[in-house]
């Protein structure tokens, strides 16, 4: 009789949970904690979440293309048969963002403000996007079948708290990091977050001209204040807050480098062909490394 309470109480354990027993998530899922899983991207490719609540899941990010989404749809599926009630985008671009259609409907996507605007505006400027991606590969036009464009359907401003199924999320809009529309997610009982484009992982970001240093060091400094145990960038190999020091080390000698060059009274042009920063020679991305020498000289006052 004893065992089999203990057998019955192990069965609704699990059934709980929705974790089906011997599963295997592969190399690229992690979990971060009960229930909150990372889909890391291969390389850089982006990250994604997946936090199974009582009511249904929440995935952050659909993967950097449509092959990746149904992989990210996969794994779901191996912890629960609920459905998919949220996506919620830590950007608009493409690469987080293409694959809605894998888990919309029945799952609303969720955005800052601005987020949808970011996405039209991609479609416009390319209207051959799907076609010329369905053309890369015989998988990725099997992945892309049954596409639709789906931009968000929830926008918020500055700030949204989540409450389902037992998990609570605060999504904290990152102004001027890196899009039109950048969401850090915050699960404060985890003490996890997502924390958007606004620092990668071993990799140069693109500083776009809207893009701010200040800005993004701010959003560092707000991220590291919750004192998260995990950090999930939006590119780059999960990790914690050293991901935010990294980058703020990484900034200031950028910066250092930059002003001094100023001085000397060099163009931009200049400084973006003679500053070097052979410390982060390993990092990925190099080629964006004048972006960032914009935005330096932006942030030291430079005229253009
Ligand atoms: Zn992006």
Redesign the pocket.
Known sequence: MKTKTAILAIVAAFAWSGVAFGQDLGPRVQKLADGVYVHTGKGFD?NSGIILTQEGVVVIDTGQNPIESRDIMDTVKKFTSMPVRLVINT??????TTGHYVFSPPALVVAAAGGGESMRGAERAAPDRIQRLAATTPEMKTALEGYRFIPPQIEYHDTMTINLGGKTLELMYLPRV??ESDTAVWLPVERIVFSA?AFVNNQIN?LRPFVTMPDILAAGKKLKALNPQHVVP??GTPGGVEIFDKGEKYYALLLERVDKAMKEGKSLDDIQKEVKMPEYASWGSQDRMPTNIDAAYRMLGGKK
């Open positions: 982006s950007e608009p671009h493409g690469d987080h890196h899009s484009s693109i939006g590119h």
